[in-house]
């Protein structure tokens, strides 16, 4: 897999964990799963962005699961990424990142998660500014 599928640059999993109390929405509309991986790949595009000041175009979901399921057989929707350490430029030069920032990332997935829920009228504004309230917003991210 690495020679025919992976850039010859650095990679990281990066594991995004979604808030206990908005689990049960993928549970029971599966749809849901695919866009929090578009969310994922939104809130990483926009981290890098935010970190070089300028547009990369990282290589993410060569591979990426799915995994519905904690250590407990409970649900627990989370998602694992493989990710390239950086992205290219529009001139296909390779940028590095040397470190994931994972709060920055999470906050990133928190918004994009947010919009995806108004979007499909499964949650309030009135309810995300109490959930932004929140000391933990329950959102995680690993890499």
């Known amino acids: ?19 206990k109390v908005l689990r049960i929405f993928s549970k029971y509309k ?9 969310a994922a790949v939104q809130a990483l595009f926009k981290y890098f962005q935010a970190t070089t000041g300028t547009e990369l175009h990282p290589g993410v979901m060569v591979v990426g699961v799915i995994q519905t399921s904690g250590d407990r057989i409970n649900f627990h929707a989370h998602l694992h990424l493989l990710v390239t350490e950086g992205g290219e430029h529009q001139h296909g030069i390779f940028h590095h990142l040397v ?44 890499s």
């Open 1 to 19: 897999m690495r020679e025919e599928l992976l850039l010859s640059v650095p990679h990281r999993q990066v594991v995004f964990t979604i808030l």
């Open 30 to 38: 599966r749809q849901l799963l695919e866009y929090h991986c578009q």
């Open 99 to 142: 470190e994931f920032q994972n709060g920055l990332i999470a906050e990133f997935f928190f918004h994009e998660v947010f919009a995806l829920l108004l979007r499909q009228g499964l949650i309030s504004e009135a309810m995300v500014e109490k959930i932004a309230g929140w000391r933990n917003s329950g959102f995680s991210l690993h």
